[in-house]
């Protein structure tokens, strides 16, 4: 029986990095970013949805969707907003679940899907358990400002623009707590491993 993983976070915790751990343990990760990136590629339904949508004018010479058009188009406007993501969001999901069915099928004992708004998009249902890395909210902004060279005021505010780490880990069946070094994280993580092992078993 295949054990199904949500693994999501906040901005700056460190989910990635985690990601990428599950991937060195040739766990497979269907990751919901990426596949945000392929449904919107030529050819695809969803791409021909949003130029019918947004018209041609979004369009770059190569025919591929132009983001920050399209981000300019909808940043000001909450009901293009809508109408891009009532195309993007189930076709992600619909391509997330494809890939989830053919690895069960496969009989693989563990797969994660790698999905940022878990919570937010009430995608739970999609999964067994749900995993968190979390960090501390001063790490949390002091990362994010390093990473993206934002100012304190900039880090904040794109972390309170989403649910609280908090409040993630309240949701949470299980919290890796990425504090620490990635040897300490990695830790966690076997010992994840072991345990969901020993119960599938």
Not at 114 to 125: A, V
Request: charge should be negative; proline fraction near 2%.
């Amino acid at each position: 029986m295949t054990l199904i993983i949500g693994l999501t976070g906040s901005i700056a915790t460190g989910k990635s990095t985690v990601s990428h751990m599950f991937e060195d343990l040739n766990i497979p990760v269907i990751d919901a970013d990426k596949i945000s990136r392929e449904v919107v590629n030529p050819h695809e339904a969803a791409y021909n949805k949003i130029v019918d949508t947004f018209g041609e004018r979004i369009l770059q010479d190569d025919k591929m969707i132009d983001r920050s058009k399209l981000g300019s188009i909808i940043f000001n406007d909450e009901s293009m907003r809508k109408k891009l993501n009532n195309i993007v969001h189930p076709a992600v999901r619909e391509k997330m679940i494809t890939k989830r069915d053919a690895y069960v099928k496969e009989g693989l004992p563990i797969v994660v899907l790698d999905i940022p708004l878990l919570f937010e998009s009430k995608l739970t249902h999609l999964v067994d358990k749900t995993v968190v890395v979390s960090v501390k909210e001063e790490v949390q902004l002091e990362r994010l400002m390093n990473r993206n060279n934002y100012t304190v005021e900039e880090a904040t505010q794109r972390i309170q623009s989403q649910l609280s780490i908090i409040e993630k880990e309240e949701m949470a069946d299980i919290v890796i707590d990425n504090n620490g070094t990635k040897q300490q994280t990695y830790e966690q993580l076997e010992q994840l491993l072991q345990q969901w092992k020993s119960i599938s078993t």
